[in-house]
């Protein structure tokens, strides 16, 4: 059976994306992983966040899920969300904290100079809502989601990666922003799909069926 493990460490929105997940894959075994043997024995990680970033990386340390989602993020299907793909980065600038490293990059805040539509109304900080997401690479995860096509996000916060070749997809608040990236076995996004209605669900399910070579 496959199972998923959506990784618990105090900070994610945990029942949600378990139930979505459930729905989209009604023959998974998905479980809420807090300990690092159910990580360890899943065959699909999925590592959602909510929060600041100071707070999550202090509580995925003291439960000590770092090297169990090290570990999975190296050897079996892995996706990030929001906070999820934030903590794979090198460094965030929310409270001046380290990442997994997973990724070359950092995390920066939304420039309040930047934030001003095209008629010069300005934009709020946290970027709450939908968003069109332009895909800037071929993906399975992809797989029937049309290009635009738009997913809720709650972030103030945006990867900046140092690799282009990591840019799976972007958005625009005003200026482009990286919201999705992949790597062989790993696909991290900034929006949340539990929230984001059909093409959230059928991100989640093509997770589930997902096999990278």
Known sequence: MNQIAVVDYG?????SVAKALEHVAPKAN??????????????????????????CVREMDARGLREPLLAAAASKPFLGLCIGLQMLFEFSEEGDTPGLGLLAGRVERFRDDDMHDAQGHKLKVPHM???????AQAHPIWRGIEDGARFYYVHSYYAKPRDALLRAAYSEYP?????AVARANLFAVQFHPEKSQAAGLRLLENFVSWNPQ
């Open 11 to 15: 900070m994610g929105n945990l029942r």
């Open 30 to 55: 998905v479980v809420i992983a807090a300990d690092a043997r159910t990580m360890r024995t899943a065959d699909r990680v999925v590592f959602p966040g909510q929060g600041a970033m100071p707070d």
């Open 129 to 135: 809502g939908w968003n069109q997401v332009y895909q």
């Open 175 to 179: 200026k482009p922003f990286d919201c």
